[in-house]
């Protein structure tokens, strides 16, 4: 897997010069790994020989990623259910949709939950996406308690033993402590009925060092099983989510690389890290 | 939240100042610390060095004035300072209202930056200004993008032409344009037209946003941004500049704790400047730009000015009269009567409703504001208090290594924090002596880091003066 080989070519069997080293820092910093986990790398390469250097910063690279599973939860004897929580605009209900259709192409049935009550038309929009995906929508008033409509899906998709229950949340920045606790409760109240197996935090791949408090906000407030990062299709990387991995031992377990509902990728290690360094 | 960057600076002065006389070198070690706080904030790296150079250069025209001063590290932290709000507020300006109406203003930015939620913030905006704006309609793509700005249309009183349902269906030129010749029409003086999110790499989006742009001619091209943004803003904003051009920037969801360097970024590399700022999910939720606020919060200092706005008004009578008696009788200010002062500013976080009735307070501002305090950290920092005994709140200099110990178990956090804590209170009784001095102008309240580079509030050389009204410090030097 050689990352720099595109950039660092002149690295190889030659000695490597500061102005070298600098761009090799430059390279990870632009990918949203941050100032000081660039420095940390650098350190390590230096430690190696010029032909090698490609090789460690890699394996600093990989050695970041989680060891944790990267596949979708599911349970052959009862309802799976799935938490989509983030921060404001990151593409929360459109990564349900995704999730909806690639479940529906295992020929698994879907229940969602719209329990974003706060935004407008946040309800029809997620209806919008099960009328086009064909799956049923349980709702609750506007401005109702999320909870309740995260609660009362729950019953019905034990209920009626469907596998996947998803419930999109409304956005919410992890400074709000309010909110986090709503999203708590949200967790709390539907486990009176079904387990909760799998809570995504969707990432949006321009992110920047903010993510990291992001994840680890959410981590404490509702525990996140893993990341959804989205936008990939654009000029970013999502190289933030990297460092929420390293952070938080969170694995990325699906990629966004569109607004349509096939536009999701499940997580491979080796095209996301060639990727950051384009 | 609020990282010392200014100690930072203190500490790597301290250590030069003893190598004797400063050289242009020394402020090397300096700008690292710069940069390092510059890139966790999030400016892109080519705007990180060419910031730094010019402080560089700054700094080495006035070394033998850094050299006399009592406190370098201040100095060349006002250097900063002025340096990055300079290039953040720039270029402001106003927006431009078209000689002949309708104004037309036309949103642009990635999917999820907020433009549909702006679009109803500047228009109730610009409504509450006495103007008749109209919502266009014109984001066809994400499902009920259309319904919610009907939705958003309808609470704020703004009428939304909307002709087509969107979902796929539907021209968004047309659209655009037909909603200007309607709003030439029914004589509205101002149209707002909101766009689908489009990724800058998208050649395609890129052009029709550019004949949505060319079949309106816009009065003003705003490009809407998410504050989170990382090393991406720059290349992204170029693509938009060189797809489809902007006039302004609005930077969006400046209620969370993201630094917000792409502002820099931005501002830098496009030379266009940053006109609004949106800070939470209501139609309320609206500012103009403040650069020097904007300053503060890249360099990791929060936004002390903003919070020393909320101080006024923050206090109930009773707290008040406390503090003026305090004050009166020549008493120290205690980590106790900063507990208290704490737990006014708690209080307000939870009162939004109450605070509307507070006299003076411009409450719509407030409550904004009050949404930005983390309350973590408030909480973190009462715990603290909590577990110190009487005698260590009265008098922290008793504050061994053990005795700090024992409070950071007791209240489930780190030693770290135990001294962070007292540093902020040490700086923040520092603040109020001077305030009773009359020395000093920094209006804040205490608690949160001294920031040198607040203008000087002009009241404070009054306390002297004129009896005061407030036995809050922070809340007097607004006063005025």
């Not at chain 1, 799935?82 to 990151?90: D, E, K, P, Q, R």
């Not at chain 2, 052009?207 to 504050?227: M, S, T």
């Not at chain 2, 507070?358 to 408030?378: I, R, T, V, W, Y």
Request: no cysteine; net charge neutral.
């Amino acid at each position: 897997m050689a990352i720099f080989s595109k950039l660092f070519s002149k690295i190889r069997g030659g000695s490597t010069s500061p102005s070298d080293w600098a761009e090799i820092e430059e390279a990870l910093i632009a990918a949203d790994l941050g100032a000081k986990s660039a420095a940390e790398i650098i350190e390590i390469a230096k430690k190696s020989k010029g032909d090698e250097i490609d090789s460690a910063i890699t394996q600093s690279l990989s050695s970041w990623l989680s060891a944790k599973d990267r596949t979708l939860a599911s349970n052959s004897d009862r309802t799976t259910t799935v938490m989509i929580v983030g921060v404001n605009g990151t593409g929360k209900t459109t990564s349900t949709a995704k999730l909806v259709s690639y479940l529906k192409m295992q020929n698994k049935s879907v229940l969602l939950a719209a329990a974003d009550t706060f935004r407008a038309a946040a309800v029809e929009q997620l209806q919008t996406w099960g009328d086009r995906l064909g799956v049923e929508v349980i709702t609750g008033p506007a401005n109702g308690d999320p909870a309740s409509v995260a609660f009362d899906a729950a019953t019905k998709a034990k209920l009626d033993s469907t596998n996947y229950l998803i419930i999109d949340t409304a956005g919410r920045l992890h400074t709000k402590s309010d909110l986090m606790d709503e999203l708590g409760k949200v967790r709390r109240v539907v486990e009176k009925v079904l387990p909760i197996d799998e809570v995504l935090l969707v990432v949006d791949a321009t992110t920047g060092q903010n993510g990291i408090v992001q994840a680890k906000v959410f981590m404490e407030s509702v525990a996140i099983t893993g990341l959804i990062l989205t936008k990939m299709d654009g000029s970013a990387k999502g190289g933030i989510a990297l460092a929420i991995e390293r952070e938080t031992g969170t694995p990325i377990k699906f990629l966004g690389t569109g607004e349509g509902a096939d536009d999701l990728a499940p997580f491979d290690a080796e095209g996301y890290l060639n990727g950051l360094f384009h | 939240m609020f990282e010392s960057l200014s100690a930072k600076f203190q500490g790597a002065f301290a250590s030069l100042r003893s190598k004797g006389r400063l050289k242009s070198d020394d402020i090397d070690e300096i700008a690292l610390e710069i940069r390092a706080a510059l890139l966790d904030s999030d400016v892109a790296l080519s705007v990180v060095d060419s910031f730094i150079g010019e402080l560089k250069s700054r700094t080495a025209s006035v070394l033998d004035d850094l050299n006399k001063s009592t406190n370098p590290a201040n100095a060349v932290f006002e250097i900063v300072n002025s340096l990055l709000t300079e290039i953040l507020g720039g270029s402001a300006r106003r927006i431009r209202l078209a000689k002949k109406p309708p104004t037309v203003i036309l949103l642009t930015g990635l999917q999820g930056a907020g433009k549909t939620s702006l679009a109803g913030k500047l228009a109730k905006y610009l409504k509450d200004q006495g103007n008749t704006p109209l919502l266009v309609a014109s984001d066809l793509q994400r499902p009920n993008a259309v319904t919610q700005l009907q939705v958003v249309g309808e609470s704020i009183g703004v009428p939304v032409f909307a002709p087509e349902p969107g979902n796929g269906v539907g021209d968004p030129v047309k659209v655009a344009k037909n909603g200007l010749s309607f709003a030439q029409d029914k004589l509205h003086n101002i149209v707002i037209v909101d766009t689908a999110g489009r990724l800058g790499v998208d050649a395609e989006l890129m052009a029709q946003a550019k004949k949505i742009r060319d079949a309106i001619n816009p009065d003003e091209v705003l490009y809407v941004v998410d504050a989170m943004v990382g090393q991406d803003a720059v290349r992204t904003a170029q693509a938009f500049q060189e797809g489809v051009g902007f006039d302004a920037v609005v930077l969006t969801k400046l209620d969370g704790d993201a630094r917000g360097g792409a502002a820099l970024s931005i501002t830098q590399v496009t030379g266009k400047p940053i006109m609004f700022a949106a800070t939470g999910e209501k139609v309320s939720d609206f500012d103009l730009f403040h650069p020097d606020r904007m300053a503060s919060r890249i360099l990791g200092l929060g936004d002390i000015q903003t919070l020393a706005e909320q101080a006024k008004g923050a206090f109930d009578s009773d707290t008040a009269a406390k503090l003026e008696t305090k004050f009166a009788s020549g008493e120290d200010f205690t980590l106790d009567d900063f507990l208290s002062q704490l737990e006014a500013m708690k209080k307000m976080g939870s009162m939004t409703k109450l605070l509307g009735m507070l006299p003076g307070a411009n409450s719509g501002a407030m409550k904004k504001q009050l949404e930005q305090f983390d309350e973590g950290e408030l909480v973190k920092t009462q715990s603290i208090v909590q577990s110190m005994t009487p005698l260590e709140r009265h008098d922290p200099k008793v504050l061994n290594g053990s005795r700090r110990s024992r409070i950071a178990k007791g209240s489930g956090r780190q030693v770290s924090d135990v001294n962070s804590l007292v540093e902020r209170f040490t700086q923040a009784q520092k603040v109020m002596k001077q305030m009773r001095t009359g020395k000093g102008g920094i209006a804040m309240p205490p608690g949160l880091p001294n920031m040198p580079n607040l203008p000087k509030s002009p009241s404070a050389q009054l306390v002297n003066k004129k009896k005061s009204r407030s036995g809050n410090p922070a809340k007097r030097a607004l006063e005025s």
